[in-house]
């Protein structure tokens, strides 16, 4: 499964908001630094779904908008 998110880092609260059924708009804490906003969204991801973390993959890592792949 393919999933389009696009990341808000550095905010106040995280969310999770479902645009459609492939298309997130996540709000994380974290900051854009040193992957950890990206192991965050990770562990959101995987929390949200039921899944490993091991199972998701970051395809663009450096973007804002991310295409996420999930293994099953």
């Known amino acids: 499964m ?3 998110v696009s990341v808000k880092t550095n905010a106040k609260e995280e969310k999770i908001e479902k645009i459609s059924d ?9 900051k854009a630094e040193k ?5 965050k969204l990770i562990i959101l991801l995987s929390k949200e779904f039921n899944i490993s973390q091991k199972q998701i993959k970051i ?3 450096l ?4 295409i996420i792949e999930i293994l099953y």
Do not use: V
């Open 2 to 4: 393919i999933l389009y």
């Open 35 to 39: 992957g950890k906003a990206n192991h």
């Open 59 to 61: 395809k663009t890592p």
């Open 63 to 66: 973007s804002r908008k991310k």
């Open 22 to 30: 492939n298309e997130y708009k996540i709000s994380l804490k974290e």
